[in-house]
């Protein structure tokens, strides 16, 4: 059973940055892709980044040039750099681990609790 466990979400004004990080167990890595979603109030919920073993990524168009998947495999851990935040980025933001390359919801296999983030402008 994979767990996933976020952090680092908080109120920040627009322009500004955050990180968030998403801790996994042991075989999250290994057996499936993984990736952050997010979801606004009032919407559905969306795919963000992910990430693959071999380190190719695929954004969101609305967050390309601004948001950077990265991962740490030894540290079982997975983080989503985030520059130049817009208020349409206010969201809970979700860790994933996908059974295939994609970001839809419908390839989650696992998800985490959610960090919520708050872009004022």
């Known amino acids: 059973q994979v767990h996933l466990v976020e952090s680092g979400g908080g109120s920040v004004q627009a322009g500004g940055s955050l990180t968030l990080s998403c801790v996994a167990s042991d075989s999250a890595f290994t057996n499936y892709f993984m990736a952050w979603f997010r979801q606004a109030s009032g919407k559905e919920r969306e795919g963000v980044a992910i990430?693959?073993?071999?380190?190719?990524?695929k954004y969101a168009d609305s967050v390309k040039g601004r948001f950077t998947i990265s991962q740490d495999r030894a540290a079982h851990t997975l983080y989503l750099h985030m520059n130049f935040l817009k208020s349409e980025d206010t969201a809970m933001y979700y860790c994933?681990?996908?059974?295939?390359?994609?970001?839809?919801?419908?390839?989650?296999?696992?998800w985490g609790q959610g960090t919520q983030v708050t872009v004022s402008s």
């Open positions: 990430i693959a073993d071999y380190g190719s990524t």
């Open positions: 994933a681990a996908l059974n295939r390359y994609t970001l839809s919801v419908s390839d989650g296999a696992a």
